[in-house]
């Protein structure tokens, strides 16, 4: 199982425009084969930090998901947007340290 942690820094002002976009990639991915679970939250200390909180089954299912149509085509649009640099975080569980 792999875990990853994305987030993204949106400009204040822009956060309207990027709301229907995150909740296209967010429905649409919780659809995907091998997502076990996608999920969006926000900051309540810094209003542009989003964060996802992603479990896949496997690495294949994340790669499938980061070529998917719909990730080609609104990551790009709401990168448009950001204040800084997204940063991804890729995870394993600790039990499977063991």
């Given at each position: 199982?792999?875990?990853?942690?994305?987030e993204?820094?949106?400009h204040?002002?822009?956060?309207?425009?990027?709301?229907p976009l995150?909740?296209e990639?967010?429905e649409?991915t919780?659809?995907?084969q091998g997502?076990l679970?996608y999920?969006?939250?926000h900051?309540l200390k810094d209003?542009?930090?989003f964060?996802f909180?992603?479990k896949w089954e496997?690495e294949?299912?994340?790669?499938?998901?980061i070529?998917?149509?719909h990730?080609?085509?609104?990551?790009?649009?709401?990168?448009?947007y950001?204040?800084?640099e997204?940063?991804?975080?890729?995870?394993?569980?600790?039990?499977?340290m063991?």
């Amino acid at each position: 199982m792999l875990y990853i942690i994305a987030e993204d820094f949106i400009h204040p002002d822009k956060i309207q425009a990027v709301l229907p976009l995150y909740h296209e990639l967010v429905e649409l991915t919780q659809q995907e084969q091998g997502c076990l679970s996608y999920e969006l939250t926000h900051d309540l200390k810094d209003e542009g930090h989003f964060l996802f909180l992603e479990k896949w089954e496997t690495e294949v299912d994340l790669d499938h998901h980061i070529s998917s149509e719909h990730f080609q085509r609104l990551v790009p649009e709401i990168n448009t947007y950001t204040r800084l640099e997204s940063r991804f975080t890729r995870m394993l569980s600790f039990k499977e340290m063991e």
